[in-house]
């Protein structure tokens, strides 16, 4: 089992940049698979980046390509997500998700309670 707390969230300009991270407890953070996803009002779940245990395979929801990298440190059992160049439209709570396998793709086992980021025009 892995509990993941979100931080870094919050209320920045269009065009501004955050940086999201995750903290993951216990001592097997590198067998999982990692991601973030985004719930907007009114909106269903989304995906918005992946990355596979190693850290070697990333993938990215269309609309955040180019914007948006995530990463992560084993070794701090955290995974990141920063965000540039931020758009109103990307105003969502965003949550950390972790998958027992080695790739990203496919339903995710553990999630976090989740971080407000909210883009003003």
């Known amino acids: 089992q892995v509990q993941l707390v979100e931080s870094g969230g919050g209320l920045v300009q269009a065009g501004g940049s955050l940086r999201l991270s995750c903290a993951a407890s216990g001592r097997t953070f590198s067998s999982y698979a990692m991601g973030w996803f985004r719930q907007a009002p009114g909106k269903e779940r989304e995906f918005v980046a992946g990355?596979?245990?190693?850290?070697?395979?990333?993938g990215y929801l269309d609309s955040v390509k180019g914007r948006f990298t995530i990463s992560r440190d084993n070794a701090k059992n955290t995974v990141y997500l920063q965000m540039n160049s931020l758009k109103p439209e990307d105003t969502a709570i965003y949550y950390c998700a972790a998958r027992s396998a080695a790739f990203y793709v496919g339903r995710f086992d553990y999630w976090g309670q989740g971080t407000q980021v909210t883009v003003s025009s």
């Open positions: 990355i596979s245990r190693s850290g070697g395979g990333t």
